[in-house]
């Protein structure tokens, strides 16, 4: 049997280089696809950790995969061997409530690649040809890997049934923040981010937010008043920053009849009163994942709306795996977002 190399958590906090057979097309997984490159998003960063509660080990993490297909069997109708691709990390059941009403993200029986199952940081990996999602031509495999990020924002968008009446609260601009604030922007809503780095802030004006707000020196709850139409707070909040605290505060600055969309995965607890929903009749979505949102944000690049280039700030080759998860350990305020590259 022919073998490849991958990134494989053994368990928590143990990172292996590791062979493993490689894969072999079938009638369900009928498409190989060499891969090209894949982006380490927080959730990697969780699971190496042992910081995400739905992962199992041992591990082949990743689930932003972009690679090129080099082989694809006689049922694949969607892609050829050639082609540029994106893998959808989503597999579901097909038969359970939530399949059955079409939201597959969450599954009862839900298998996310590189979560429940191998996922992308490997040099070839088997999927079913429906999951494949053609690049544009223009874009760089490397920066592809931010397609699957802006899938996650817009599924967050669709959750929360943005309109230009919304006057948005983005809470927190790292990498899914900054994704959510270029897809919350297309509905014309008026968006506020809020962060504790100033950089990240700048780059958020820069980026179209409209008011920001620095968490350690300045008062959300004034700053929100000031800048929301008559002092109303926000129609819609966001949490990109899923800290322990974040949902408690999102439901005291939300305003009357908003919606608040969480997007977290801790398990700490963290105090919300019925009052504080009731009263204001909040809506509080989960938004997880993506419900087969690739081609809608692989049409936003191509149209321009959505602009992937530039935002990748480093990358790592894949066997050099234990430098790039030490060096994201260092939150370097450069960090942005790393991409591992597998062509040797
Ligand atoms: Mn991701
Ligand atoms: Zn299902």
Same mark, same amino acid.
Request: charged content about 25%; aromatic content about 6%; hydrophobic content about 35%.
């Given at each position: 049997?022919?073998?490849?190399?991958?990134?494989?958590?053994?368990?928590?906090?143990?990172?292996?280089?590791?062979?493993? =057979?490689?894969?072999?097309?079938?009638?369900?997984?009928?498409?190989?696809?060499?891969?090209?490159?894949?982006?380490? +998003?927080?959730?990697?960063?969780? #699971?190496?950790?042992?910081?995400?509660?739905?992962?199992?080990?041992?591990?082949?993490?990743?689930?932003?995969?972009?690679?090129?297909?080099?082989?694809?069997?006689?049922?694949?109708?969607?892609?050829?061997?050639? $082609?540029?691709? #994106?893998? $959808?990390? %989503?597999?579901?059941?097909?038969?359970?409530?939530?399949?059955?009403?079409?939201?597959?993200?969450? +599954?009862? @029986?839900?298998?996310?690649?590189?979560?429940?199952?191998?996922?992308?940081?490997?040099?070839?990996?088997? %999927?079913?040809?429906?999951? +494949?999602?053609?690049?544009? =031509? =223009?874009?760089?495999?490397?920066?592809?890997?931010?397609?699957?990020?802006?899938?996650?924002?817009?599924?967050? +968008?669709?959750?929360?049934?943005?309109?230009?009446?919304?006057?948005?609260?983005?809470?927190?601009?790292?990498?899914?923040?900054?994704?959510?604030?270029?897809?919350?922007?297309?509905?014309?809503?008026?968006? #506020?981010?809020?962060?504790?780095?100033?950089?990240?802030?700048?780059?958020?004006?820069?980026?179209?937010?409209? @008011?920001?707000?620095?968490?350690?020196?300045?008062?959300?709850?004034?700053?929100?008043?000031?800048?929301?139409?008559?002092?109303?707070?926000?129609?819609?909040?966001?949490?990109?920053?899923?800290?322990?605290?974040?949902?408690?505060?999102?439901?005291?600055?939300?305003?009357?009849?908003?919606?608040?969309?969480?997007?977290?995965?801790?398990?700490?607890?963290?105090?919300?009163?019925?009052?504080?929903?009731?009263?204001?009749?909040?809506?509080?979505?989960?938004?997880?994942?993506?419900?087969?949102?690739?081609?809608?944000?692989?049409?936003?690049?191509?149209?321009?709306?959505?602009?992937? @280039?530039?935002?990748?700030?480093?990358?790592?080759?894949?066997?050099?795996?234990?430098?790039?998860?030490?060096?994201?350990?260092?939150? $370097?305020?450069?960090?942005?977002?790393?991409?591992?590259?597998?062509?040797?």
């Amino acid at each position: 049997m022919e073998k490849i190399k991958a990134i494989q958590i053994v368990k928590p906090e143990e990172l292996r280089i590791i062979e493993m =057979d490689k894969p072999v097309i079938d009638g369900k997984n009928n498409v190989l696809v060499k891969v090209k490159a894949s982006g380490m +998003c927080g959730s990697d960063v969780g #699971i190496y950790h042992g910081q995400n509660a739905a992962a199992t080990y041992p591990r082949v993490i990743g689930h932003e995969i972009v690679g090129e297909v080099v082989e694809a069997g006689p049922s694949a109708k969607k892609v050829k061997p050639g $082609d540029r691709v #994106i893998i $959808d990390q %989503v597999t579901a059941c097909g038969h359970c409530y939530a399949c059955r009403i079409g939201r597959p993200n969450v +599954c009862q @029986h839900l298998a996310v690649r590189g979560v429940h199952i191998d996922g992308g940081y490997r040099e070839y990996i088997a %999927v079913p040809d429906t999951d +494949c999602y053609l690049l544009p =031509d =223009d874009l760089r495999y490397e920066d592809a890997v931010l397609i699957e990020p802006t899938t996650i924002a817009i599924q967050a +968008c669709s959750r929360a049934q943005i309109t230009s009446e919304d006057e948005v609260l983005i809470m927190g601009c790292g990498a899914l923040g900054s994704r959510m604030l270029s897809v919350a922007k297309l509905s014309g809503a008026k968006i #506020i981010v809020a962060d504790v780095v100033d950089e990240k802030l700048e780059e958020a004006l820069k980026n179209g937010a409209s @008011h920001t707000v620095n968490l350690l020196k300045e008062n959300l709850d004034e700053k929100l008043k000031e800048y929301t139409t008559d002092a109303y707070g926000p129609t819609l909040s966001i949490d990109c920053a899923c800290t322990k605290d974040s949902l408690g505060t999102l439901i005291r600055v939300t305003g009357n009849a908003g919606r608040v969309i969480t997007m977290g995965f801790s398990v700490a607890p963290t105090e919300v009163t019925q009052f504080g929903i009731t009263s204001k009749e909040l809506d509080i979505r989960g938004s997880r994942l993506q419900n087969r949102k690739f081609q809608e944000a692989i049409d936003l690049v191509r149209e321009g709306k959505i602009d992937l @280039h530039q935002k990748i700030s480093h990358t790592f080759h894949f066997t050099d795996a234990q430098k790039a998860f030490d060096f994201n350990d260092t939150h $370097d305020p450069s960090i942005r977002k790393i991409v591992f590259t597998f062509d040797n």
